[in-house]
C-alpha cells in the first residue's frame, strides 16, 4: 500500500500511541472528570493541563490561551464566528475569509449573514495567494488558511498582518481587526508563533500531524474578543462546554511535539520527494508516455507536503480508483457526492474553469513517505490516465449522438 493522502489524514504516530495508551491505562486506575474535585479528577486535569501546556510551548503561546475542542472544524467555526460576534461591540459587522479555504471556514457565511453580519471573500489570485489590496477595511475578522489544504499554496502571512494594520481606521473602530488562521496543513513543516507573528487565533487540528481523530484545538490570544453560543458546563475557559477528551489531549500533544521536532527532516525529505515526482514526470512525457499537459497547479510558494496536478481528463474519480486497484491512496481536488463528481471550487476561484477544475489530483506526504511511494506513482500513473481519458472519449460520442 501506498499511502499519498497525508492531507486527508496522517496515520497515529507511534509517540501518539504510547501517550493516548498510557493516559488511558492511568485514567482506568485512577479515574476521574477533569472539571470534579477529588483526588482522580485533579489527577485527569493535571494530564490534561500538562497536555495543554505542551501545545501552547509549541505556538508561543500561554496555557491559558489554549482550548480543546472536537477538531479543526469546530475550531473554525468558534474562530470565525465567536470572534465576529465579540468584535460586533468594536463596530465592526463584516468578517473576510479567503476565497481558496477549506469549508469549514467558507461555510460559517451562513451562520455570519443568519446573525446579520457581512460576509466578504478575500480574493485570491491564478496561484491561489491572497491579494492583499482586497483586504476590507471594515472587516473585524479576518480568516485565512496558512497552507491551502487542497493546492499546498503558502499564504504570505506577514504581508497579510501588515495590510491588516496599515488599513485600521481607529476614528472609526475601537479596536484592531483579529487574525484567525488555520494552520493544520502547516504545522508539520513551518513554525508558527501566536505572539510573535501578528496573530489573535489559531485553528489546530491532531490527525492531520498523526494525532487521533476527534481532537482539536483553537489558541485565542490573551484579550481577544470571543463569544460562544455554546454554553453548559463552563469547561474550557467558558468557551467550549463538554467534558474534554484527556487521553486524546495527551495524544494530540505528544503528535505535536513529534512533529515539532521533525519539522525541518521532514521538510527536506518531502522537497525531495516534490523533486523526484516532477522530475519523473517530465521524463514520463519525454519519453510520450504523459499527455505535456500533465502539470503542476499552482507555480507560486507551497508547502512541500502537497502535490497538486493539473490532469487533462473530466474524470479524476476513474483516475483515482484505478490508482487505487494498483495499491495507491490519493485524492482529487474535486468533491464527489452521490457519485457526481464536482469541479473544485478552489481552482475556479483562482480562474480557471469547470473543465480544469474538475482535471486535478492531490499528493500529499508525511512522516512515511518515501522516494519509493512516488516511483509507485509515476508507473501507474500513465496507465491510469489514459484509462480515465477513454471515458471522456465515450462522454464525447454520446453528447454527438444526443446533438
Known sequence: MVYLDHAATTPLR?????????????LRVVPGNPAALHSGARNARRLLEDARESIAHNLGADR???????????????????????????????????????????????????????????EVDTNGVAVVESLSPDAGVIS???????????????????????????????????????????????????????????????????????????????????????????????YRSGTVDVAGACAFAAALNAATVERDELRKR??????????????????????AEVTQTVTAEIAPTIAHLSIPTAHPEAVLLNLDRAGIWASAGSACHAGVTRPSRVIMEMGRNETQALGVLRLSFGPGSTEADIDSFLTALPSTLQQAQALDKLDQRSKKKRN
Not at 507511534?14 to 492511568?26: G, H, I, V, Y
Request: aromatic residues 6%; glycine residues 10%.
Open 270 to 291: 518531502c522537497e525531495t520527494l516534490q523533486k523526484r515526482l516532477w522530475d519523473g514526470i517530465k521524463i514520463l512525457q519525454n519519453r510520450g508516455e504523459l499527455p
Open 14 to 26: 507511534p509517540e501518539a500511541e504510547e501517550a493516548w495508551l498510557r493516559a488511558t491505562q492511568e
Open 144 to 238: 485565512f488558511s496558512l497552507v491551502c489544504s487542497e493546492t499546498g499554496t503558502l499564504q504570505p502571512l506577514a504581508k497579510i498582518v501588515d495590510r491588516v494594520n496599515e488599513n485600521y481606521d481607529e476614528q472609526k473602530y475601537s479596536r484592531k481587526p483579529l487574525v484567525h488562521i488555520d494552520v493544520c496543513q502547516a504545522l508539520h513543516t513551518l513554525p508558527v508563533n501566536l505572539h510573535a507573528d501578528g496573530i489573535d487565533l489559531i485553528t489546530l487540528s491532531a490527525h492531520k500531524i498523526g494525532g487521533p481523530v476527534g481532537i482539536g484545538a483553537l489558541a485565542i490570544k490573551r484579550g481577544t474578543p470571543l463569544r460562544t453560543d455554546r454554553p453548559g458546563g463552563d469547561q474550557e475557559l467558558k
Open 64 to 122: 491559558a490561551e489554549v482550548i480543546f475542542t472536537s477538531g479543526a472544524t469546530e475550531a473554525n467555526a468558534l474562530g470565525i464566528v465567536g470572534s465576529w460576534r465579540g468584535m460586533r461591540q468594536h463596530g465592526y459587522s463584516a468578517v473576510q475569509v479567503c476565497a481558496a479555504d477549506h469549508p469549514s471556514s467558507w461555510n460559517q457565511q451562513t451562520v455570519i449573514e443568519r446573525e446579520g453580519g457581512i460576509f466578504k471573500t478575500l
